[in-house]
Every structure is written in structure tokens, then in C-alpha cells.
């Protein structure tokens, strides 16, 4: 695959967690985001990241997630802050090359996902 998350796992609720995506050239990308899916429900965005480093959340976010890229390890991270259980999800990283794909939050490359549990 060419995106590949690592990082996740089982964690108390109220700790920390730093998922990363190696992502190779597609560190480079137009634009890279992180999705989660929780069991039974919608894959949604989590955050999204352009290449010239203008980030955006989720507005149920709340200042507890932070996106960025490293480009000397070709790497995306999301870090999360003061987990609580409603973050156990499996945590996906994406990425376009395409110009008008990330205008639209359209993402054409994925990962397989990493899964984080969140125990109360």
C-alpha cells in the first residue's frame, strides 16, 4: 500500500496517542488527511492538511487532534490529545496529487487503517 498507518492501539481514556502514516513521495501531495470509521458507523474526516501547510478539523474536534507532516521521515502524524472512548475508531490516512480532488476534499489514495480503542 502506498500509505501506511501505524501507531494505534488499546489506551485509557483521558491519555494520548500519535498515529503515523508513512507515506513515501505521497508526502509530498497536494493535500493529506486523516479519516476514521468507528464500528457501525460513517468513515468521516477527521483533518485535512495542504501541502503549503494550511490545516483544517472536524469541527467535533475541539483542539484535541493535531495534523502535520514531517518530510524528512515522509510522514503524516495526527496526534490525539485527552482520548475518550468515542474515539475508538480505525484511523485512515489519505492523500490526491490532484489539484481540484483536495479543492474538494476528494482523496483518490488510502491507507489500510490503524486501530485505536479506547477503554473508559
Known amino acids: 500500500a502506498p500509505l501506511v498507518e501505524s501507531g494505534g492501539g488499546p489506551v485509557q481514556a483521558g491519555g494520548s496517542l500519535k498515529l503515523s502514516c508513512a507515506a513515501g513521495?505521497?508526502?509530498?501531495?497536494?493535500?493529506m488527511a486523516w479519516f476514521r470509521q468507528a464500528p457501525g458507523k460513517e468513515r468521516e474526516a477527521v483533518a485535512h492538511?495542504?501541502?503549503?501547510?494550511?490545516?483544517s478539523y472536524a469541527d467535533w474536534v475541539k483542539g484535541r487532534f493535531t495534523i502535520s507532516r514531517e518530510l524528512a521521515k515522509r510522514s503524516l502524524y495526527l496526534e490525539i490529545d485527552r482520548v475518550i472512548p468515542e474515539d475508538t475508531a480505525t484511523y485512515y490516512c489519505?492523500?490526491?496529487?490532484?489539484?481540484?480532488?483536495?479543492?474538494?476534499?476528494?482523496?483518490?489514495?488510502w491507507g489500510r487503517g490503524t486501530q485505536v480503542t479506547v477503554s473508559a
Open positions: 489519505a492523500a490526491s496529487t490532484d489539484h481540484d480532488d483536495c479543492k474538494n476534499r476528494r482523496y483518490r489514495i
Open positions: 513521495e505521497l508526502v509530498y501531495s497536494n493535500c
Open positions: 492538511r495542504q501541502s503549503y501547510g494550511s490545516t
